[in-house]
């Protein structure tokens, strides 16, 4: 015959099952953790994560595995993240393409983005610049529209559709009343090669990838939305005539909804500690990125803003993707 257990001893059964779970978060992590990054190798997300990478394994005590998943301006591996099993174990890198315009720009997007992550905290933040080809002959925003109006047609390379830089591109070929054809890349390095060749025109993109190649002459920076100590000559947006144009790009970090939230603030707590080394943050503003060590909840807050922010701009430009 099967006995009920009596009531102390159920009640004690059942006061010891938090603790169980609680135990293996408290383990956590005991194996590597893989951290996607949703464009290919090159652009400026690899390379923020790159330099943040050995320190927040250090943070961790846990080895942390690079994942590129590129793919419709980063909307496909961001969705492989969003089904991933919540435990900690799969991450994913985060911008303002792939959450705030994200959802405006697709109507099938393979996730939400205030639904379906637990934003972990910020990396940084970068200015966005507008590079050209050099035989353009175009040093400032009213050469570069001259020129662009003198060839008649022109193109403008974006890093992926729906991305801030293909957002921009958009906006300026509107604002500057010009016959520009969008030419999306799968990423920065193959859109670099081909401005750097003069396939393409035109290009708006963060310093992270853009900066060697402006320092080097392969490319001419001929304004920023702000300025950045590595392209200490590029004028403003603002200071030639275009005040809208102070857009910049965040990096985050974030996990699958339902991740615990003993996991996310652990991380959460590695993320602010790599971000305070001297070496990375020093990494970091070498590349034009500006370190923003905080809480989950700002990066959250961050997301809802935006993508009202961003969800006006593309109601303006009527760019929209099945």
């Known amino acids: 015959m099967i006995r009920a257990l009596p009531a102390a001893l159920l009640s004690a059964a059942v006061l010891a099952l938090p603790a169980t779970g609680a135990l293996a978060e408290s383990a956590w992590p005991d194996k590597p953790i893989t951290l996607i990054v949703p464009f290919p190798p090159g652009g400026g997300t690899d390379l923020v994560v ?26 496909v591996g961001s969705g492989q993240a969003a089904r991933a099993r919540p435990d ?9 393409s792939t959450t705030a315009l994200s959802a405006s720009l697709y109507k099938k997007l393979p ?10 905290g910020f990396i940084g933040t970068s200015p966005y610049v507008l590079a050209v080809q050099p035989a ?3 040093a ?7 020129a662009l109006k003198a060839r008649r047609t022109g193109t403008f390379a974006s890093v992926g559709a729906g991305t801030v830089s293909h957002l921009l591109g958009e906006m300026f070929t509107k604002d500057k009343k010009l016959d520009l054809t969008h030419v999306p890349y799968r990423g920065a390095a193959p859109a670099y090669t081909d401005l750097i060749g003069g396939q393409v025109d035109i290009m708006f993109d963060n310093p992270v990838g853009l900066a060697p190649f402006v320092q080097s002459g392969k490319l001419v920076a001929v304004a920023t939305t702000s300025p950045t100590p590595i392209l200490p000559g590029v004028p403003t947006f603002a200071s030639q005539g275009m005040p809208a144009y ?28 790599a971000l305070r080394d001297p070496a990375v943050a020093s990494d970091l503003a070498a590349k034009g990125v500006d ?11 961050a997301v809802s803003h935006d993508l009202a922010f961003w969800g006006d701009l593309i109601t303006k430009t009527g760019v929209q993707f099945d």
Not at 53 to 70: D, K, N, Y
Not at 111 to 120: A, H, L, R, S, T
Not at 140 to 146: A, F, P, W
């Open 50 to 75: 790159r330099t943040l990478q050995p320190a927040l394994s250090r943070e961790l005590g846990q080895t942390v595995i690079i994942q590129h998943t590129g793919g419709a301006g980063g909307t």
């Open 88 to 96: 900690g174990y799969t991450a994913l890198a985060v911008t303002t």
């Open 111 to 120: 996730y939400n983005p205030e639904k379906d992550f637990d934003y972990i």
């Open 136 to 138: 353009l002959k175009a």
């Open 140 to 146: 400032t925003v009213d050469t570069l529209t001259d």
């Open 246 to 273: 102070t857009q910049v790009l965040w990096y985050g970090l974030a996990f699958p909804k339902q991740t615990p939230d003993a996991i996310v603030q652990k991380v959460n707590a590695a993320l602010n500690a």
């Open 291 to 301: 370190g923003r060590p905080g809480t989950s909840e700002a990066l959250t807050q």
